[in-house]
T-cell receptor, first 110, second 114 residues
């Protein structure tokens, strides 16, 4: 069945780049998404990429998609303390719903 | 533009009581989703509607849970009777067209059943 997997934790030093990785199983996914959840808040759509693209850049965010390996990554350049959050990878499935990963908790150390 | 609006933001009630959570989707969005988030199980899709019709309710945990969408601008999730294990944050999300468009989430209802 459809599944999205990502590591649970990532710790980076302030100012470094963060790379959060994700794998998915549904090869028919049209869109792939990254959501950010800060403590006590809902999921905020960060960015998304259409399945026929390899890369999308938006300011400090870079999304890379390897469709052959079904691998998606989110790179945050110059990571700041405000980037501390849980980041969810998700795929838009053929069944008109989005399948979410379990989330990666990003922590920033000084 | 107003986002997805959920109410109440917090609810604390005793077990056995009926709980009703409310959601107003973004105007023009025709798909609506109810999720539950807990530390143990993460984010779970409970049910989703397309054009006010329930499409997939396989995530609804028990018959104690029910959801309705009487019109395009309002949905409810009801738990009757509530139990302590129902304590969680419940999110509503909406989108223009299911998995082919991004979902926009409300701020959630934090539910505590004592």
């Amino acid at each position: 069945g459809e599944d999205v997997e990502q590591s649970l934790f990532l710790s980076v030093r302030e100012g470094d780049s963060s790379v959060i990785n994700c794998t998915y199983t549904d090869s028919s996914s049209t869109y792939l998404y990254w959501y950010k959840q800060e403590p006590g808040a809902g999921l905020q759509l960060l960015t998304y990429i259409f399945s026929n693209m390899d890369m999308k850049q938006d300011q400090r965010l870079t999304v890379l998609l390897n469709k052959k390996d079904k691998h998606l990554s989110l790179r945050i350049a110059d990571t700041q303390t405000g980037d501390s959050a849980i980041y969810f990878c998700a795929e838009g499935s053929s069944a008109s719903k989005i399948i979410f990963g379990s989330g990666t908790r990003l922590s920033i150390r000084p | 533009d107003a986002g997805v609006i959920q109410s109440p933001r917090h609810e604390v009630t005793e077990m056995g009581q009926e709980v009703t959570l409310r959601c107003k989707p973004i105007s023009g969005h025709n798909s609506l989703f109810w999720y539950r988030q807990t530390m143990m199980r993460g984010l779970e899709l409970l049910i989703y509607f397309n054009n006010n019709v329930p499409i997939d309710d396989s995530g609804m945990p028990e018959d104690r849970f029910s959801a309705k969408m009487p019109n395009a601008s309002f949905s409810t999730l009801k738990i009757q009777p509530s139990e302590p294990r129902d304590s969680a944050v419940y999110f509503c999300a909406s989108s223009r067209d299911g998995g082919n468009q991004p979902q926009h989430f409300g701020d959630g209802t934090r539910l505590s059943i004592l």
